[in-house]
């Protein structure tokens, strides 16, 4: 299934999943999307190969990063009227304290969007939502 398929299969069916196996991206890190009562949301499951720091030992800061751009990817084509994958312009993100190796969440908000550009926020936690590891704000061109 291609890309812009997999789009429109999760539009008209609600789940998320088939465009998280459809990105490379997303499939290298085996992160899964999900539909629950508050939302979409993204789980990276806990593997030691995602280990940057052995010593604590702590997720390596660009798996969680890469976990929070895919959780605003799937929010942003789940609201926005975009029929393929948005061009990333930048991200910021805020580590906020270790992420173990433990099963780690995120989900996406979209804060604005325009005709060309979206404005994404996004948390990660892994036991406690109210306990983030991660904060970022993601910016996408649309067109």
């Given amino acids: 299934m291609t890309l812009g398929e997999a789009i429109a299969a999760a539009k008209a069916s609600g789940d998320y999943a088939p465009i998280a196996a459809a990105m490379p991206y997303m499939r290298f890190l085996a992160i ?4 629950g009562e508050f939302g979409l949301t ?4 806990a593997e030691r190969r995602f280990v940057g720091n052995p010593l604590l030992p702590a997720l390596h800061g660009g798996v969680v990063a890469g ?7 799937l929010q942003l084509l789940a609201t926005a009227d975009i ?3 948005p061009k990333l312009i930048d991200i ?3 580590y906020l304290r270790p992420a173990r190796v433990a099963e780690t969440f995120a989900r996406a908000t979209v ?3 325009g005709r060309r550009v979206a404005n994404v926020g996004v948390e990660a936690w892994q036991d406690d ?4 590891v991660a ?3 993601v910016h996408f061109l649309l067109t």
């Fill in 32 to 35: 899964t999307a999900r539909q």
């Fill in 42 to 45: 993204c789980v990276l499951p």
């Fill in 67 to 73: 976990l929070m751009e895919s959780a605003a990817i």
């Fill in 83 to 85: 029929a393929h994958a």
């Fill in 92 to 94: 910021a993100v805020d």
């Fill in 111 to 113: 804060t604005r969007q």
């Fill in 129 to 132: 939502r109210a306990r983030p």
């Fill in 135 to 137: 904060a970022a704000r």
